[in-house]
C-alpha cells in the first residue's frame, strides 16, 4: 500500500533554514507528480508545493515563493522541501502527498515550528 515517512521538521529561529524529506513506497514513484502541503493550527490545509514526475516543473504557493524548493530523486523515491528564510507563519505540520486517480495519500506528517 502506498506509505510516506516524512522527516526533517523541527524548531527554528526565524531567518533558518530546514529541509524535509519524504520517502514513498508502495507504488512507481517515478510516474507521478509529488506535492507538499501544510497544517497550520486552526487553518485548512494548504498546498504548498508540486513537482511534476520527472522533476521539469514546479509550483509554488505565493506565500513560500522565492523561499521554498520542491524537489525529487526517483533513484530513491524521495521528495524534498528545502525551506530558507523561515518565518513565524511557516509553523505547521507538513506533509507529502500522492493524487492517484483522485485519490488523495496522506503521510503523517513532520512539525515544523519557527520561533525565536
Known amino acids: 500500500q502506498v506509505q510516506f515517512v516524512e522527516s526533517g521538521g523541527g524548531l527554528v529561529q526565524p531567518g533558518g533554514s530546514l529541509r524535509l524529506s519524504c520517502v514513498a513506497s508502495g507504488f512507481t514513484f517515478s510516474m507521478y507528480d509529488m506535492r507538499w502541503y501544510r497544517q497550520a493550527p486552526g487553518k485548512e490545509r494548504e498546498l504548498v508545493a508540486t513537482?511534476?514526475?520527472?522533476?521539469?516543473?514546479?509550483y509554488y504557493a505565493d506565500s513560500v515563493k522565492g523561499r521554498f524548493t520542491i524537489s525529487r530523486d526517483n533513484a530513491k523515491n524521495t521528495v524534498y522541501l528545502q525551506m530558507n528564510s523561515l518565518r513565524p507563519e511557516d509553523t505547521a505540520d507538513y506533509y507529502c502527498n500522492l493524487r492517484k486517480y483522485g485519490v488523495d495519500y496522506w503521510g503523517k506528517g513532520t512539525l515544523v515550528t519557527v520561533s525565536s
Open positions: 513537482i511534476t514526475s520527472n522533476g521539469g516543473s514546479t
